[in-house]
Each structure stands twice: as structure tokens, then as C-alpha cells.
């Protein structure tokens, strides 16, 4: 038992240490891990987060790439680099754009009018103005076929043709037929799509009419999302029926079973049911994350708990957050949050501790 608990303990600091931030400090960029601690130290004039392991860096006018312990894996020897991700990473030299693997060679792969790096698995490639998907190994997934195919969230993407939208998954199988003038992102089988001036749900297939909905918006972290009639603003469930009339000037998705919601030009939050359990006082408010706070801003933002308590002093402006798995996310991402304050960077730990007790002239998110 003894040893199992010591392994599930080793596991989860190694978890832990292997998310670095760049940082910027005197000018030169280094990465800290999550207790604060400057694990590189600033050293380059010129870098990228790090990604799949390792991070690009310049060292004179070339580009390499380093370890997490800030080792040397790949000899700056390009003139230009983007990040790995699947193992595989678009470099240029002397003019020429390929892929490289980890260990620095040359991978192979189909002819493209343009490289695009890998997304979990899948790359584009681009050939006659069509495009289609390669995995790893430059086996095509997919041929050209689509004049566009979206960013992957998930393991799903949007795709155009003939100016219409649909879905396909990273094997290239399309999900929903491209006939919509618009359409959102794919969740536990839904989307929402716009057919000529109808919005509505695709389900199963079949698109079912919102009647008198003129926007909806990605559905995010919970079976439901938020979508306007009449001006107004209320949230509809994955089958396409009201869970909350609209009523609300404006608003944001549900997490944690509360929504912000705007009334008049006050920001506070609702539950699943519409009642609002967090007073509308705040001059803007964010999604609760998964760490169960949210960002609400009187002059500048702080984070309150799913209570309404306060539990960070609104000091600080706040940064945005990427995710591939949804949309943009403003504040806390797996125990921290990027702020700023006075015109520094840094990072707060979930009780407004601030992370080494260091600002700095730049950060990024944890990688």
C-alpha cells in the first residue's frame, strides 16, 4: 500500500513539474513550473512555450530546441520554427518549410501548397486549393476535398464547400453534411447550424428549427448553451428546448451550474433553473472554471467562489486562456491564473498567492 501511494504521489509531482511557463525577466526569457520556481533560467533573447516537451528557441539568428531541463535536443540550425505537437514540428532552412521529428531529421510527406503543423494527431495539407488531413507517419487521412477545414476542438472540425458548412472527425468521416450557412462547434452529438435565416440544432442529422432564435452560441462546458430571441438572451439544452426563457441583455456559459448573465449593465449569475443566486453587481463577469472561481470585474478583476464570495480582491486584469477542448476561457486553468498588476506579469494560486512571489515583463500560460 506504502508503495502505491508513493508511486501515485511521484506520478502526480512529475504531472505537476512538467507544466512550464515562459517567463520574461531583464529582458531575457526562462520557464518557471508551477511552485514559482525558475527552472530555466532567462537566458533567451527570443522563445516559444514549450510544446509535446520541448521548446523553440533562437540562440544568434537560428532556431533549436530545448528540453524542460533546458538541454539542448535540436541544434539551432533553422531560420525559422513553429511548436511539436504528435511528435512531429514545421521548421524552415534556407527557404524550404518540412516537418521534423524529435530527434531532428526530416519526415516525409505528401506534397502541400502549405506545411501546417499537427493538432492531436492530424495535420492539413493543401493541394489545388482543396484540403485534407495527414496523421504522423505523412499517411493521407484524408484527401483534399474541402475548400476549408477549421481548427480541430476535440476531435472534431467544421468544414466548407461550395460556401457551406459542416462537421468531420480527425479520420476524415464527416459527421454533418456541409449544407448550413453557419454552424458551431460539435458537442455529445449536437451542433447548432444556420439554414438560410433559421437557427436551430443539428441532431442526429435532422436540423430542428429554434423558432424565433436569431443567434446560439457554442455549446461549452455543460448539456446546454445560450442562444437570443427578441433582443434578449436565454439558454436553450442539447435537444433544442428552453431550459431559461430569454430575458437576460446578455450572457455567458454555464460551468460549475451558474451562468453569467448581464441585467441592464450589471453582470451577476444564475443557476439552471434562471433563479439568480449571485446578485448582479459587477461590472463584467467571466465562466466560473473548473477550479470553481470566477473572474467578475468592479475597476479591475478579482475571483469570486461558486458562494459569491470573494475570495481574490479585484487588483488585477486578467489574460485569456486557449483551449482546444473550448472556447476561450478568461482566468483559472488547472490551479492558476495569468494576471497583471502595475504593468507586470504573473501567476495566483487558487488563494490569491502569488506564484515565486515574482512578477515579471511577460508570461504565458503553463505548457
Known amino acids: 500500500m506504502k508503495k502505491i501511494l508513493f508511486f501515485l504521489i511521484l506520478c502526480t509531482q512529475l504531472s505537476f513539474a512538467q507544466e512550464l511557463a515562459l517567463v520574461k525577466q531583464n529582458g531575457n526569457i526562462g520557464y518557471i513550473d508551477k ?19 520541448l521548446a523553440a528557441v533562437k540562440d544568434q539568428s537560428k532556431w533549436g530546441f530545448i528540453d524542460t531541463k533546458g538541454k539542448w535536443v535540436i541544434p539551432a540550425t533553422f531560420d525559422d520554427a ?8 514545421v521548421v524552415q532552412k534556407d527557404k524550404q518549410r518540412f516537418y521534423i521529428n524529435k530527434k531532428g531529421e526530416t519526415v516525409k510527406s505528401p506534397a502541400t501548397d502549405k506545411y501546417f503543423s499537427f493538432q492531436g494527431g492530424v495535420a492539413f495539407f493543401r493541394q489545388a486549393k482543396k484540403v485534407g488531413l ?24 467544421r468544414v466548407k464547400n ?36 433559421e437557427f436551430g440544432l443539428v441532431i442526429g442529422g435532422q436540423f430542428k428549427v429554434i423558432e424565433g432564435a436569431d443567434k446560439i452560441w457554442d455549446f461549452e462546458n455543460q448539456d446546454n448553451t445560450y442562444a437570443r430571441k427578441g433582443g434578449k438572451i436565454g439558454f436553450i439544452d442539447t435537444k433544442g428546448n428552453w431550459i431559461i426563457e430569454p430575458k437576460f441583455d446578455k450572457a455567458r456559459a454555464f460551468n460549475k451550474d451558474l451562468a453569467p448573465v448581464c441585467i ?8 439552471i433553473q434562471g433563479k439568480t443566486v449571485i446578485e448582479p453587481v459587477y461590472n463584467d463577469a467571466e465562466v466560473f472554471s473548473n477550479d470553481g472561481l470566477a473572474p467578475v470585474k468592479e475597476k479591475d478583476w478579482g475571483f469570486i467562489d461558486v458562494k459569491g464570495k470573494m475570495v481574490i480582491p479585484t487588483n488585477y486584469s486578467i489574460s485569456i486562456a486557449f483551449s482546444f477542448l473550448s472556447s476561450d ?21 487558487t488563494k490569491g498567492m502569488l506564484l515565486g512571489n515574482q512578477w515579471y515583463e511577460n508570461a504565458e500560460l503553463f505548457n
Not at 82 to 89: A, P, R, T, W
Not at 170 to 176: E, H, M
Not at 330 to 344: C, D, P
Open 35 to 53: 511552485t514559482g520556481t525558475m527552472v530555466i533560467k532567462p537566458a533567451y533573447g527570443t522563445a516559444r512555450s514549450f510544446s509535446d516537451g
Open 82 to 89: 513553429e511548436d511539436f505537437n504528435s511528435g512531429l514540428c
Open 134 to 157: 495527414i496523421n504522423p507517419k505523412g499517411e493521407v487521412v484524408l484527401e483534399p476535398k474541402y475548400d476549408i477545414i477549421k481548427e480541430f476542438e476535440g476531435n472534431y472540425a
Open 162 to 197: 461550395n460556401d457551406r458548412w459542416g462537421i468531420i472527425d480527425k479520420t476524415g468521416k464527416q459527421i454533418v453534411e456541409p449544407l448550413y450557412e453557419e454552424i458551431g462547434n460539435y458537442f455529445k452529438g449536437v451542433t447548432w447550424a444556420r439554414r438560410g435565416k
Open 264 to 271: 441592464g449593465s450589471k453582470w451577476g449569475y444564475v443557476n
Open 329 to 349: 476561457a478568461k482566468g483559472f486553468v488547472k490551479g492558476v491564473a495569468r494576471v497583471k498588476n502595475n504593468g507586470k506579469w504573473g501567476f495566483l494560486d
